[in-house]
């Protein structure tokens, strides 16, 4: 057993990779991930991050860590502007990293590190790697069709479709088709300027590295992979969904609540309604009361994601109307967090009202759940209208009104339109699975990716 772990040592000597992931819940999954896919191909693998947000080493016993302070305040790191937050990771982590990394690169003789795969969003890295003459590659954790849509805001602005106005949302876009303007990947809390050059600076560094990374498959994307790869001029790898190779739950940030399994085990076959929107999402009192309303009008069987802090005004449950909770009594089960995607592949859940986040999309149609899709910013919304209009695997829930929700529910729980959806939406599991096996399209395009980094060694 010694000599064989010696040996895999051995074997992995000279093939070092750095990761450095985003510090948010979304992105940290997948690079996770993907350390784990590249190490089960023999290369050893540094994770480095910040100490905001870190993941627990102490689950990765096979990876080294390395720690970096990000220099943010309390109130910065809780700031509800996402790009704000981004932009100022990308400000403050620039020189811890580049320390860190110059240390670690001086240590060259005792083990060479062949390249840096960072998050798109760690647009800052660019530099510092050309300074320090490493290789660098990104890792983009969203769909390809939401990040070529991401690229082209200037020509959206161009054509006038941008900045939106009310007059317009139902717009077709269509140079996007079947965008609407109400689709593109803006968020509301931020000026329209801060996020044009937030997606400058993620477009320029991605074009300038040696390669990108997609957690995503060709069955899924590929018009928008095959333009990305035309437009970017890099070598592209879409060797997605990440977390059929390897699960999520140990990246956790929150503690995921297994009463979720077990209240799960009780409930009929494909009866509930599982509801989560992310780690970043968050809606206002009436939403949060709409939303009660409606799941508790469709009398269907619910498990509810409701984070700490995700209300404004409450931090958890306060605002939930006096005996709503024991009026429903087993019907209901609401959590802080919970291990989704164990809950996804639960027999008992039969349909995901999600914020479109790209993980919970990919995880939903790998389980073959059919979704209601409640989008709240940037790529959510893509995906979310592609997950109604292209892949017809969901339905978009088109008002956050107890009444819409309780006829979109039951649509999708108890009529024919619900059927069709998860027929699609099983069929679309079924060529996710395949492409990970021998031949498929991710396995290949993974044989190329080793190929790929290896080329670096000369
Ligand atoms: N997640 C989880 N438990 C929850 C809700 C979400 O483990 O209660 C995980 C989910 O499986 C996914 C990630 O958190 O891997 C959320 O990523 P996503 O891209 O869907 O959304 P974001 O949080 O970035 O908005």
Known sequence: MENQSINQMEQRKGRRLLLFPLPLQGHINPTIQLGNILHSKGFSITIITTNFNSPNPSNYPHFDFHFINENLSEDEKSQPNIVALVQLINSRCAQPFRDCLAELLSNVLEEPILCLISDVGCYFTRAVADELKLTRMVLRTSGATAFFSFSALHLLCEKGYLPIQDSQLEKPVAEFAPLRVKDLPLIDSCAPEELYELVDDMVNATKASSGLIWNTFEELEQPALATMGQDFGIPNFPIGPFHKRFPASLSSLLSQDQSCISWLDKQKFRSVVYVSFGSIAAVNETEFLEIAWGLANSKQPFLWVVRAGSTSKSDWL?????????????????????????????????????????????????????????????????????????????????????????????????????????????????????????????YQSLDSLVSHILSFQS
């Open 318 to 442: 306060e605002t939930m109307p006096k005996g709503f909770l024991e009026a429903l009594g087993e019907r209901g089960h609401i959590v802080k967090w919970a291990p989704q995607q164990e809950v996804l592949s639960h027999p008992a859940v039969g349909a995901f009202w999600t914020h479109n986040g790209w993980n919970s999309t990919l995880e939903s149609i790998c389980e073959g759940v059919p979704m209601i899709c409640m989008p709240f910013f940037t790529d959510q919304r893509v995906n979310a209208r592609y997950v109604a209009e292209v892949w017809g695997v969901g339905v978009q829930l088109e008002k956050r009104e107890r009444e819409v929700i309780e006829r979109t529910i039951k649509g999708i729980m108890m009529e024919k339109e619900g059927e069709k959806l998860r027929g699609r939406v099983l069929d679309i599991k079924e060529k996710a699975t395949r492409c990970l096996c021998q031949g498929g399209s991710s």
